[in-house]
């Protein structure tokens, strides 16, 4: 295992210590999770990243505004009645 020393402000490691306290790890787990927590979220927006600099931003509104089929629901597929506010709310 590969080792790399970070030096890190005074209120980042007060909260890595709070976090690890409460969750009863080592500050030293709890930054590593933290680390590849991080590591895999900016994984994920580079990858988003790239993909919307090509993208044709008009053609998937449209898409998405089209009726691609009329077939219903299926079975529990049906938004349940306490978000149906939100049907109302996007039309």
């Known amino acids: 295992m590969a080792t790399m020393q970070v030096q890190?402000?005074?209120?980042t490691s007060q909260v890595?210590?709070?976090?690890?306290s409460?969750?009863?790890q080592t500050p030293?787990?709890?930054?590593e999770q933290i680390v590849t927590n991080g590591i895999d979220m900016m994984r994920r927006y580079a990858y988003l990243k790239k993909?919307?600099?090509?993208?044709?931003?008009?053609?998937?509104?449209a898409m998405l505004r089209s009726k691609r089929n009329d077939n219903?629901?299926?079975p529990g597929d049906e938004l349940p009645e306490h978000l149906k506010y939100l049907l109302a709310e996007y039309r």
Do not use: C, K, Y
Request: glycine share 0%.
């Open 28 to 31: 030293e787990d709890m930054a």
């Open 51 to 61: 993909r919307s600099e090509t993208v044709d931003v008009e053609q998937v509104i």
């Open 8 to 11: 890190l402000n005074e209120r």
């Open 22 to 24: 409460e969750l009863h």
């Open 16 to 20: 890595i210590q709070e976090l690890a």
């Open 72 to 74: 219903p629901p299926d």
